[in-house]
């Protein structure tokens, strides 16, 4: 996937963790301008997959294939909810719909009245824990992809970036909750080792 970009001053611009910014900020060196491109794949080496994918509401490019890339996220611990309930395919829908969506082939309401049904899935559950993770990464994710694509628009207004930022936010719970449900999903001496498999995925699949 071609090299998506971000900035020192685009990060603190958008509140970066002031610990996280000072890891990445040291790797790079002090004398690292404040507006040169950051190629991704430095902040992953320097920092880790959460807070690589924290940036992606402050990059140089736009969203570019982020938005591809939370859905995989989001995708990859369906099996979690599909262990339990084969027959409900609503969490796995509301990822397809987001996909269309990128495609011109669904519209951002028909995401969102599936994003709400998945809540309302959420409320029936057997399973409160990791099935209700795994099911609500991909609302996390859709959301993310219909904000983050506010940037693609030919004119991008300061509302526009402000919704596209906070879509960030939506891909990174997305992620944080892929990573709780892949961890929730085995006993609990496991769980801090498929959380850490499931981080681990989500870097090398970043990397791709």
Known sequence: MAELHTSLSLLRKNKSCKAQYKVARQALGWDWGDDTPIPLSRILASTCIADTIWTVGAL????????????DVAEHVQPVWQKHYPDDGRPRRVIELARAYLQGEASEEEVRVAARDIFV???????????????????????YT????T???????????????????YGYTAAGFAAIAAALSDANEARVAYAAMERAWQAARFLE
């Open 121 to 143: 899935a959420c409320l029936y559950t057997r399973d409160t824990h990791a099935t209700a993770y795994a099911a609500i990464a991909g609302v996390y994710a859709a959301r």
């Open 146 to 149: 219909t904000a983050a694509a």
């Open 60 to 71: 140089i490019d736009g969203p570019g294939w982020t938005r591809e890339y939370i859905l």
């Open 151 to 169: 940037f693609n628009a030919p004119s991008v207004t300061r509302a526009a970036k402000s919704l596209a930022t906070i879509g960030a936010g």
